[in-house]
């Protein structure tokens, strides 16, 4: 079994910084995709960003300029560095991971989420 612990989400003013921190553990032999994806109320969930074990990434259009994910290596914490916020940020933020497992096992993992708000 593999977790995802996500820490870091909190209310911001426009314009400010987040720092999202998300630590994967467990059974994992290698972690191929992490990524973050944010739902907000009354929205279908979507991707924020995503990061490969190569260090390749993409991002929603509407946060490009603004987010920066990374990672140092396979198994340290990924971040996501929020600035230049606006409210339309506002959501909650849910880490992902596709990991090979020890076992050899494919299988995809969702943290358990966390509040960002985005409010004057």
């Known amino acids: 079994q593999v977790q995802l612990v996500e820490s870091g989400g909190g209310l911001v003013q426009p314009g400010g910084s987040l720092r999202l921190s998300c630590v994967a553990s467990?059974?994992?032999?290698?972690?191929?995709?992490m990524g973050w994806y944010r739902q907000a109320p009354g929205k279908e969930r979507e991707l924020v960003a995503r990061?490969?074990?190569?260090?390749?990434?993409n991002y929603k259009e509407s946060v490009k300029g603004r987010f920066t994910i990374s990672r140092d290596s396979a198994k340290n914490p990924m971040y996501l560095q929020m600035n230049s916020l606006k409210s339309e940020d506002t959501a909650v933020y849910y880490c992902?991971?596709?990991?090979?497992?020890?076992?050899?096992?494919?299988?995809?993992?969702w943290g358990q989420g966390t509040q960002v708000t985005v409010s004057s």
């Open positions: 992902y991971a596709q990991i090979r497992e020890v076992t050899g096992a494919m299988s995809n993992y």
């Open positions: 467990g059974t994992i032999l290698r972690i191929i995709v």
């Open positions: 990061i490969t074990s190569g260090g390749s990434t």
